[in-house]
Structures are given as structure tokens and as C-alpha cells.
């Protein structure tokens, strides 16, 4: 929730931290009562009075890059009403970006030393006189402490920053923005940089999301407020009427929503397989030969589980392409959209694959820890005392030396290349590359992570998946359950590798339709392998 008022009124959350250790209570506006005061404000101001003032958009850095909207050779002044975490980290971004800023508080001697020296800090009636443009930096609730200015803000442009909390958000039926609107009907409301955090305003759209989101009902106050945001170094999206004002202020309030379905299934996974290795590991050996193995849930158990749910995971990632290819298939036409399920699962595949490389990368860390536990030490301790009870000098088994050699080889290069794949998935990376390179790395080293994963899997159980012989009924080791997804994704994709599937795949894909009468004819240094993007 976005901070326009005291400091723990979130929009800067980080701010409120910085600037009010001492934990006074601030007023409505952000500001500190007399009788408290608050000096670690005020030096912590001080101390940084002297960055404040630096421009955060260079001359040099205009120059360098021309997409930077060039500063106004004539100053423009806005207003800010609120003196919180937000409203100061605004008026820093808008002086730093050349404008000049008039702040409005109800005690500006107080506050002016929490702002920029070269923001003017004055009575709210005297910082929306001027300015034509005023930023409304403060909370629903207290916007009718400002119908005392309605006739100074006859015919102004008023830009509504705030956010709700998700109770106040499903309890009123119209946005902040919206009921400030109907508060002040003489008054052109503009929603801009509510998604807009403290921390990114101080630190440049670099460090943070850089687009602003606009809502407004006159085209021209939300062309001066776009030229305001591009000035600033943001990228101004418009989104429509007031009414979207809504639909933004939600934006704010999602907490990781393409994650809840793929992190659901990722748990669901891993309570199936956790409950499977704990039943035939440790329930089953208790049961049959009173041997308490109890001490395997936390460690070994677990190391157990995460490949199972990481090797599931990277080949639900291509299950739904496979299956997006037998539907094209088999309607001859590209242009019938998908079921809805399979539209969402080919949507939630990017997630799917870095909750399998986050799996992964646990399982490393937990096989290399296994040695450090003390029932490993004792283990070690036993073989050894049975090898000389046994007088047997040499152990060495050839075949299993090379079984392990292998496995942890055919491992570690799993685990490389599902790193290059979340590497590339980040948008500051996946950027810098065009279609045939993400292509590659996306579609064709994602399928090469999912064979050598399956190698891996099989040099791990080699021989062992039917030689189980201690149970009374017979219990596959886990491993061998988890061969049915990717053993079917693979095959499906060689059998797409046959010739007469693939080109009807890619005349199919190129726009040919089962029952047209147009002839289609691939050209003849078309590809032999339809690259799609994958995780």
C-alpha cells in the first residue's frame, strides 16, 4: 500500500524505517505532533539534504540516451499535498527532473526539512494556488480536510496516487480516484503512480518497475501527466476512462498471482511423493522389521522428494505443448482456440519451470550435506567393522563406481543447463536476446535438460527398480514413478520428429486448414524443427 501520509502508511515501506526509528506517531499528513517531535527525521534529512538536490537525470545521461525526455527549458511547478514517505521521495524525483515543487502542510516549518532544499514547503492553501498540477499524496480518508480549497482548486488537474488496503479496496464499490473526482466536481482527476513504490522514485525506474499506469476522462490532463512521468524517466501507459482507476488500484494488492497454480501444484507433488518415501522408507521397515528410521524425515526424506517433484515439474513444462500439438493435429486448423485449462497450464509455464530449477538446485544442496550427518559417520563406522569381521580387504565394486560417476556427472549438467534456462527466463536478459536465440535456449537446450534429467533418473536406479524383495507387497521405488510423465513427453516429441507429422505440423502452423481448398506448399529451406518457446 502506497504511503501518503504517516510513515508506516506503506506506498515506501523502506522509507518509514529510515526516516521514523524512534516510532512516533504521526499525523494524517505524515507529520510529527509538537509535543513529540522527531529529530531523527530531521537529521537523517539533514545527512541526506545534500543528495537530495543532486538532479537524478543528468545532462550527461540525456545525452547518452536519447529515449529520455529532454528537461523543460521553462520550469514547470507542481503542487504536492502530504508530507509522507511518498510525497518526499515524489518531490526528490520532480526536483532531481527539473521541476519545481511547491509541497502543502499544515506545519511546514516542521516538515521542510524532511523535503528537498529546493522544494518550497508551505501552507496546503498557498502550494495549490500556483501550481496547476497537484499531487494528492495522502489517504482516502482524509481528503475531506481538503473541501476548505475548493475554490482554490476550481479548474485544476488533481493526481490521485493512492492505494487501499484489500479490505478498504472490497468494501468501497468506487476507487479512491473516483470519489475524489466526486468530492471536487470542478476539478479534472487524473490516477497516475499508485504502482509507483517510494523506493523507486529515490532510486530511478533502473532499480524498479518503470511503467506508470493513467486513468483519466480528458485526454489533455492525461497528456501533461504522461509528459510529467516520461520527464521523470518513466514509460506512462494510459489505461482508459476513470473508471479502469479501479482495476489499478487492484494491481497493487496481488500478491504473486501467476504463482498460486504452479506453486499449488508444486506442493501438491511434493506432499504425494514426501507421504509415498515415508511409507515405503521408514513406515514399512518399522512395521515389518522393527527398524526405527525415524531419523531419514528430515534430511534424507526430504533429498528423496525434491528430485521426484523437480523432474515432474520441467516435463509438465512440455506436456502442454505436446498436447497443444495433438489438437492441432487433429483439427486440422491452428485458429480454434484451446480449452481453457490447457490456455492457462501453457500460460503458467515459465513459473512451472523455475519452481523445477528451485527443487533442483535444493536437491544439490541437500546431496551434498548428506555426508555431514552424524547417522552417516556411524554408517560409515558399521561397514566398516562388518568389512573386517567379514576379513574382506576389498570391496570394490566396479560397476557401482561407475554408476555414481555417471550419475552425479549426468546431475550436475542437468542442474547447469536448467540454470542457463532461469537465467534467460529474467526480462533484463531474455530482452537483450532475439526470437531465434531465446528460441534455442528456451525450446531446444529446455527439451536437452529434460533427456539428460531422464539419464540421470535411470543411472540412479540402474538396476534396482524391480530387485525390492524385502516387502511383502511390492512397492516401485519412487524413481520409477516419476518416468511416466517425461518418458511420454519425449516420445511424443520424437514421434512429432517423423516426417509426415512434422511438415503437416508446420503447414498447420503456417496458416493451412484442414478443409481449405487453398494449396499450401512449404518453401523448400523451410526448418525441420518448429522452434516454440518453452519455460
Given at each position: 500500500m502506497k504511503s501518503m501520509g504517516p510513515p508506516d502508511m506503506a506506498n515506501g515501506s523502506q522509507l518509514s524505517q529510515k526516516c521514523c526509528p524512534t516510532g512516533k506517531n504521526c499525523d494524517s499528513n505524515g507529520e510529527v505532533p509538537e509535543a513529540d517531535g522527531c529529530p531523527s527525521q530531521q537529521k537523517s534529512a539533514a545527512r541526506m539534504s545534500g543528495d537530495m538536490d543532486k538532479p537524478l537525470i543528468s545532462h550527461q545521461l540525456l545525452e547518452s540516451n536519447p529515449n529520455l525526455t529532454e528537461i523543460p527549458s521553462q520550469t514547470q511547478t507542481v503542487g504536492i499535498l502530504g508530507s509522507g514517505d511518498?510525497?518526499?521521495?515524489?518531490?526528490?524525483?520532480?526536483v532531481g527532473s527539473g521541476f519545481g515543487v511547491m509541497v502543502g502542510s499544515r506545519n511546514p516549518?516542521?516538515?521542510?526539512?524532511?523535503?528537498?532544499?529546493?522544494?518550497?514547503?508551505?501552507?496546503?492553501?498557498?502550494?495549490?494556488?500556483?501550481?496547476?498540477?497537484?499531487?494528492?499524496?495522502?489517504?482516502?480518508?482524509?481528503?475531506?480536510?481538503?473541501?476548505?480549497?475548493?475554490?482554490?482548486?476550481?479548474?485544476?488537474?488533481?493526481?490521485?496516487?493512492?492505494?487501499?488496503?484489500?479490505?478498504?479496496?472490497?468494501?468501497?464499490r468506487e476507487s479512491n480516484a473516483e470519489h475524489l473526482a466526486s468530492l471536487f466536481p470542478t476539478c479534472t482527476v487524473v490516477k497516475a503512480f499508485n504502482v509507483i513504490s517510494a523506493w523507486t522514485l529515490q532510486s530511478g525506474p533502473r532499480d524498479g518497475n518503470k511503467q506508470v499506469l493513467i486513468s483519466g476522462d480528458q485526454l489533455e490532463a492525461k497528456r501533461k501527466i504522461s509528459e510529467i512521468a516520461q520527464a521523470m524517466g518513466f514509460s506512462p501507459v494510459d489505461m482508459g476512462s476513470l473508471v479502469s482507476a479501479r482495476e489499478i488500484e487492484a494491481i497493487p494488492l496481488r500478491l504473486l498471482p501467476e504463482w498460486k497454480i504452479p506453486a499449488t501444484l508444486a506442493l501438491g507433488l511434493f506432499i504425494c511423493f514426501y507421504t509415498y518415501n515415508f511409507i515405503?522408507?521408514?513406515?514399512?521397515?518399522?512395521?515389518?522389521?522393527?527398524?526405527?528410521?525415524?531419523?531419514?524425515?528430515?534430511?534424507?526424506?526430504?533429498?528423496?522428494t525434491l528430485p521426484c517433484v523437480a523432474y515432474v515439474m520441467l516435463s509438465l513444462v512440455y506436456l502442454p505443448g505436446v498436447l497443444a500439438a495433438i489438437l492441432q493435429l487433429h483439427r486440422g486448423t491452428k485458429y480454434r482456440p484451446f480449452p481453457d485449462w490447457l490456455d492457462h497450464w501453457l500460460q503458467h509455464r515459465k513459473q512451472i519451470g523455475l519452481?523445477?530449477?528451485?527443487?533442483?538446485?535444493?536437491?544439490?544442496?541437500?546431496?551434498?550435506?548428506?555426508?555431514?550427518?552424524?547417522?552417516?559417520?556411524?554408517?560409515?563406522?558399521?561397514?566398516a567393522v562388518k568389512q573386517v569381521l567379514a576379513n574382506k580387504s576389498n570391496i570394490w565394486n566396479e560397476e557401482e563406481v561407475w554408476r555414481l560417476e555417471i550419475y552425479v556427472s549426468l546431475g550436475i549438467l542437468a542442474l547447469g543447463i536448467l540454470s542457463l534456462l532461469a537465467i534467460t527466463s529474467l526480462p533484463s536478459i531474455s530482452n537483450s536476446l532475439n526470437w531465434r536465440e531465446f528460441s534455442f535456449v528456451q525450446s531446444t537446450l529446455g527439451f536437452l535438460a529434460l533427456v539428460v534429467t531422464t539419464f540421470h533418473t535411470l543411472t540412479y536406479g540402474w538396476t534396482r527398480a524391480f530387485e525390492e524383495s524385502r516387502y511383502k507387497f511390492y512397492l516401485p521405488p519412487t524413481f520409477t514413478l516419476t518416468l511416466l510423465v517425461p518418458c511420454v513427453v519425449i516420445l511424443a516429441k520424437g514421434l512429432f520428429l517423423l516426417p509426415c507429422l512434422r511438415r503437416r505440423l508446420a503447414r498447420i502452423r503456417r496458416g493451412w486448414e484442414k478443409e481449405s481448398k487453398v494449396k499450401f506448399v512449404l518453401p523448400t529451406d523451410y526448418p525441420r524443427t518448429e522452434k516454440t518457446s518453452h519455460v
Open positions: 511518498f510525497a518526499r521521495s515524489l518531490a526528490t524525483r520532480l516549518k516542521r516538515t521542510a526539512a524532511l523535503f528537498p532544499a529546493a522544494a518550497q514547503v508551505t501552507f496546503q492553501a498557498e502550494a495549490v494556488s500556483t501550481p496547476e498540477i497537484i499531487f494528492v499524496a495522502m489517504f482516502r480518508e482524509h481528503y475531506s480536510t481538503l473541501c476548505s480549497l475548493s475554490d482554490l482548486l476550481v479548474g485544476k488537474i488533481l493526481v490521485d496516487v493512492s492505494n487501499s488496503t484489500e479490505q478498504e479496496h472490497l468494501q468501497h515405503r522408507d521408514v513406515l514399512h521397515p518399522y512395521i515389518r522389521e522393527h527398524k526405527n528410521r525415524f531419523y531419514k524425515l528430515p534430511v534424507s526424506v526430504v533429498n528423496t519452481i523445477s530449477f528451485f527443487c533442483a538446485s535444493l536437491h544439490a544442496v541437500y546431496s551434498f550435506c548428506l555426508p555431514l550427518r552424524r547417522s552417516h559417520r556411524y554408517q560409515i563406522i558399521n561397514d
